[in-house]
């Protein structure tokens, strides 16, 4: 992920063009691993991964951050479209089925949060930090909402938590 950060903020400064991060928590993952153990875990992370894989551009970049969090990285991507892809990964969670032993249903959904270079932070960790840090409140406000960074500071606007209907 660091090294993937870091070609994406060379290449932007070289063309001018955006890219953006959305920091992605895995909502109802703790209860997968609490309830059918971290192996069935691993396997629901790998079925996603895929699931989603197959779904996004060949140019974006996922990356499991640690526990249940995910990390998209996606290439000339500004504010407006990486909205677009957030609201895609929530809805296609929505889509999503794990078979999960005895046939036992699991409500799983994604909380997002989005930063976008240069808009957020000048350089890799900061925009890191700035999509981690809305991804932070947006948690705090409900399950399946993304929230976006502000300007540079990383800080964030209430009116930027956004529900996904």
């Known amino acids: 992920l660091d090294e993937r950060l870091q070609d994406e903020w060379r290449l932007a400064d070289q063309t001018g063009a955006p890219f953006s991060v959305v920091m992605m928590d895995l909502d109802g993952f703790k209860a997968v691993n609490d309830t059918f153990g971290h192996n069935i875990g691993d396997e629901l992370l790998y079925s996603l991964f895929n699931f989603l894989a197959q779904r996004m551009r060949t140019s974006d970049f996922l990356a499991r951050y640690g526990g249940d969090e995910l990390t998209l990285v ?52 900061d925009l890191l930090r700035a999509a981690d840090s809305a991804l932070y409140h947006a948690k705090k406000y409900n399950r399946g909402y993304y929230a976006i960074a502000k300007a540079t500071t990383g800080r964030l606007a209430p009116i930027q938590v956004k529900d996904i209907p």
């Open 74 to 125: 996606m290439r000339n991507t500004d504010i407006n479209a990486a909205q677009l892809a957030t609201k895609k990964v929530i809805d296609l969670m929505r889509e999503y089925r794990f078979n999960f032993p005895g046939d036992r249903r699991m409500d799983l959904g994604i909380t997002a949060g989005i930063a976008v270079y240069p808009s957020h932070a000048s350089n890799p960790i």
